[in-house]
């Protein structure tokens, strides 16, 4: 199947911890982005890379740290994670210049206790 | 700065209905504009991509219709059924240093048998 997967899918983990997202997609897309869905429902980009290079980063703090491997790949790393960082965090892929739209992947529910 | 506003944020309606929701956005400087669909706890599954140049898209029962100057974008649904029961989701894509997606806050529909 052509898509955007993303792993884990849950993610339950204490205030403090480390923790990675990893999101691959084999549409042969170029950029790919984060983004995260809070409580009440709203989605807005964390960041963007085209080609393995960081397009967009919108004032996310440095506790996260997108890496891509290559343009199939890009994972998403926590550091000292907060209560605040609980959230849906979706992986999306998309082709430049867009004429077919983004591709979303299932989502990560993370969950800081 | 973009701003995404759907209207209304909530609605139920019976089975058979044909309905419209709204997406409204200020800056009519946009790429392109996505419907997406959210089932609860899943993630997005796009409907329509309506390009800057385009009008309107059709898809089945859908139908979604772009008026830029006015920075206006409508989704028809006809003969609902209660399958279509989710969030609606619209987004736009501008370009602010690199492409990106702008998100509405959605509109959730009912559809009662």
């Known amino acids: 199947d052509t898509a955007v997967s993303q792993t884990p899918k849950y993610l339950v983990t204490q205030m403090g911890n480390d923790k990675s997202i990893k999101c691959e997609q084999n549409?042969?897309?170029?950029?790919m982005y984060w983004y995260k869905q809070d409580s009440k429902k709203f989605l807005k980009i964390m960041f963007s890379?085209?080609?393995?290079?960081?397009?967009i980063n919108e004032t996310v703090p440095n506790r996260f740290s997108p890496k891509s491997p290559d343009k199939a790949h890009l994972n998403l790393h926590i550091n000292s994670l907060e209560l605040g960082d609980s959230a849906v965090y979706f992986c999306?892929?998309?082709?430049?210049?867009?004429?077919?739209?983004?591709?979303f992947g299932s989502g990560t529910r993370l969950t800081v206790v | 700065k973009q701003e995404v506003t759907q209207i209304p944020a909530a609605l139920s309606v019976p089975e058979g209905e044909n309905l419209v929701l709204n997406c409204s956005f200020t800056?009519?400087?946009?790429?392109?504009l996505q419907w997406f669909r959210q089932d609860p706890g899943k993630g997005l599954t796009s409907l329509l991509l309506?390009?800057?140049?385009?009008r309107e898209q059709t898809s089945g029962r859908l139908n979604a219709s772009l008026d830029k100057s006015s920075g206006r974008s409508t989704l028809y649904i006809a003969a609902s059924q209660p399958g279509d029961s989710a969030t609606y989701l619209c987004?736009?894509?501008?370009?602010?240093?690199?492409?990106?997606?702008?998100f509405g806050q959605g509109t959730r529909l009912t559809i009662n048998p």
């Open positions: 999306a892929s998309s082709q430049v210049p867009v004429n077919y739209g983004y591709t």
């Open positions: 549409l042969g897309h170029d950029t």
């Open positions: 890379y085209n080609n393995k290079e960081l397009i």
């Open positions: 800056d009519s400087a946009i790429y392109n």
């Open positions: 309506i390009q800057s140049s385009q």
């Open positions: 987004a736009v894509e501008i370009i602010q240093g690199a492409q990106k997606l702008v």
